[in-house]
Nanobody, 121 residues
Framework: QVQLVESGGGLVQAGGSLRLSCAASGSFSRINTMGWYRQGPGKQRELVATISGGGSLSYADSVKGRFTISRDGARNTVYLQMNSLKPEDTALYYC???????????????WGQGTQVTVSS
């Protein structure tokens, strides 16, 4: 069984910062790309940022320069540092990881349960 557990969400005023964490646990041989997605009220889920196994980064235009994604391979954890938060960043943030199970020869996508980020104006 593979699990992704997120933490770090909360309520913050506009201009503030939050740091999200997502730790993978279970039986697996490798984690490929990890990323963060979000779904705001009445909106579709959208990509926020990804980081590949080799460290390549990508960001949504709306968060470039404000958010930073990173990962700790030893801890199987991905982070999202969010600065200069805006009310439009309010959403349920989901962690995603492409994980190669020990018993399989290919990766499968896994999702966390989501952590709420609310930015007040």
């Amino acid at each position: 069984q593979v699990q992704l557990v997120e933490s770090g969400g909360g309520l913050v005023q506009a201009g503030g910062s939050l740091r999200l964490s997502c730790a993978a646990s279970g039986s697996f041989s490798r984690i490929n790309t990890m990323g963060w997605y979000r779904q705001g009220p009445g909106k579709q889920r959208e990509l926020v940022a990804t980081i590949s196994g080799g460290g390549s980064l990508s960001y949504a235009d709306s968060v470039k320069g404000r958010f930073t994604i990173s990962r700790d391979g030893a801890r199987n954890t991905v982070y999202l540092q969010m600065n200069s938060l805006k009310p439009e960043d309010t959403a349920l943030y989901y962690c995603n990881a492409e994980i190669v199970r020990t018993t399989l020869g290919f990766s499968l996508p896994y999702w966390g349960q989501g952590t709420q980020v609310t930015v007040s104006s």
